[in-house]
């Protein structure tokens, strides 16, 4: 999903606006795909475990890959939006 906006190139606020283009769109569905996942999971796992474990486990495994992603999208958008004047 990254593509051309490596940690290096977000530290430093620079991409190309085309690859903007090209990257956000498949953050974002990536990001509605994983929460809705995470949503379902947890349907799940709150029928066999006690509510504590669940957030606990969602906390562990889930919620670092869904703050990476949200990062990333905060961070293009920040690079999409021209400074003002």
Do not use: C
Not at 15 to 36: D, E, G, K, R
Request: glycine residues 2%; hydrophobic residues 45%.
């Amino acid at each position: 999903v990254t593509g051309w906006f490596s940690p290096y190139h977000r530290r430093r606020k620079l991409i190309h606006p085309v690859m903007v283009q090209h990257i956000q769109p498949a953050a974002l569905s990536l990001l509605a795909q994983w929460s809705t996942l995470v949503r379902e999971l947890e349907v799940a796992l709150q029928l066999a475990f006690y509510p504590d474990a669940v957030e606990e486990w969602l906390e562990e495994n889930m919620h670092p890959s869904l703050q990476r992603l949200q990062a990333l999208l905060q961070d293009l958008s920040e690079v999409a939006t021209p400074p003002p004047p």
